[in-house]
């Protein structure tokens, strides 16, 4: 079967790639009039650190997206308007990913980061929601899927995103009462995804 898919793969990888680099545009080199002072220079990068945080945070939130987003495409042949505005939602929530982790670099640990942490993990609901909804939209029509892809791995697929959902969920609900416990569900994920990502490593 020809693969359909081409055109958007390329367009999401291109989107992707866009909201990786404008991250750097949030790291800021410091402006004082004391740059022949070493110590002044450091001192103003190290005060600078949330922004760090920020980048690192969603630099690898946004490649965990795109890896599971590129080895769900290798098993979507054929596309439809469901599968690609849901598509469209993920591409949304890649580019936004950096104000959420922007906010919760710099007010956790103070007085508002029971919002930021709300935010943060608000965020990755809607993500989850939007990768259920294009495997979802992938599923209702096996004619979209790779040739010879079993019902085993097509429900192994299913199974590893809907894990994710009560657990994001979880991880919301306890951010207005349990902030850190709450970041550390969201954190632990990420490891989750990590593992279920090779599970996709299903040979054409």
Not at 52 to 81: D, E, G, P
Not at 99 to 111: G, I, K, N, V
Not at 139 to 165: Q, V
Request: charged share 15%; with cysteine.
């Amino acid at each position: 079967m020809e693969k359909e898919t081409a055109r958007i793969e390329a367009f999401s990888d291109a989107v992707f790639a866009i909201a990786v680099t404008l991250l750097v545009l949030e790291l800021h080199v410091p402006e004082f009039n004391e740059g022949k002072n070493p110590a002044a220079l450091l001192h103003a990068l190290c005060a600078q650190w949330p922004g760090y945080v920020a980048f690192i945070i969603s630099f690898f939130t946004i490649f965990i997206m795109w890896v599971n987003h590129h080895k769900l495409f290798k098993q979507i042949y054929k596309r439809n308007t469901g599968l690609m505005f849901a598509n469209g939602l993920i591409l949304f929530l890649a580019s936004l990913v950096s104000f959420p982790s922007s906010l919760l670099s710099q007010f956790f640990r103070t007085p508002s980061e029971q919002i930021a942490v709300s935010i943060y993990t608000g965020m990755f609901v809607l993500v989850n929601i939007a990768y259920n909804w294009l495997w979802y939209e992938a599923c209702k029509d096996n004619g979209l899927l790779r040739p010879g892809l079993g019902a085993g791995d097509i429900r192994k697929i299913r199974n590893d995103n809907l894990y994710g959902l009560p657990a994001y969920l979880a991880a919301f609900a306890l951010s207005f009462y349990f902030p850190t416990t709450a970041l550390i569900i969201c954190l632990l994920l990420w490891g989750f995804w990590v593992r279920s990502s090779k599970k996709l490593e299903i040979e054409n």
